[in-house]
């Protein structure tokens, strides 16, 4: 897995909410300009499954046990765990004429997603349990983005393009219940996607209670990436 994640400490019972209003997107179309990629490298487009949300992480290591709600570039809002299980919420696009409510409860080693698209009326998606997950767990907001990929056919065959892709969510309306008193928000690269952000173009920003996060990688059940959308 590989995600820029947004956390603090959870304790065993507790929720995460979050709404998500913007959703968007940068990719490398062309050969990687070296470590650090200069703005200029990266076009706008968002990949079908770029991806941010909310999730609770049994610890801020690469491969540690999650349940998480997300928005996705292509594919609607999803409750995904422990890279394997993948089910569907909302289906659409975010933006902030259409934002998503996302939910994660914590009951012990069970955690539950929900969604909404006002933030009144909630949906249960799925839930997941999450054998083994420690009494203090790491809860919080994260983005990420698989590589961008384009196969062209010419004469005598086909070539392909693999790219580093990024993500960036925005996020408010974000409530913590059960978090460790006196904590703060911490950002981390978790499982950092190589050399070519170097943290420069990756974080994340806190303004009054909006987030902005930005992120690149995956942390899922493997999907390819198609592309940037429309």
């Not at 650090?36 to 690469?62: D, E, V, Y």
């Not at 997950?133 to 907001?141: D, H, N």
């Not at 960036?168 to 974000?174: E, L, Q, Y």
Request: aromatic share 8%; charged share 10%.
């Amino acid at each position: 897995d590989s995600l820029y994640f947004v956390h603090r400490p959870l304790a065993s019972h507790g929720s995460i909410t979050a709404r998500i209003s913007g959703l968007t997107g940068r990719y490398v179309s062309g050969p990687a300009a070296g470590p650090g990629l200069p703005g200029g490298g990266l076009q706008p487009g968002i990949q079908p499954w770029s991806k941010a949300g909310i999730i609770i992480k049994a610890g801020t290591r690469q491969g540690s046990a999650y349940a998480a709600m997300m928005v996705t570039g292509g594919h609607g809002v999803r409750f995904q765990y422990n890279y394997a299980q993948d089910l569907p919420g909302l289906p659409g696009t975010v933006s902030a004429a259409s934002p998503r409510w996302l939910r994660l409860t914590r009951s012990g080693d069970l955690i539950t997603g929900y969604d909404s698209a006002d933030g009144r009326h909630w949906t249960r998606v799925g839930a997941a349990r999450l054998a083994g997950l420690p009494t203090t767990a790491q809860a919080g907001l994260f983005a990420t983005s698989p590589p961008y990929m384009k196969v062209t056919s010419g004469f005598g065959g086909s070539n392909g393009l693999v790219g580093p892709s990024l993500a960036t969510g925005v996020f408010d309306h974000i409530g913590l219940s059960g978090g460790q008193p006196g904590s703060r928000w911490a950002g981390q690269d978790t499982g950092a996607d190589g050399p070519v952000y170097s943290g420069r173009q990756i974080g994340f920003r806190q303004a009054g209670g909006r987030f902005t996060v930005t992120g690149s990688g995956d942390i899922a059940p493997v999907v390819p990436g198609t592309g940037p959308g429309p």
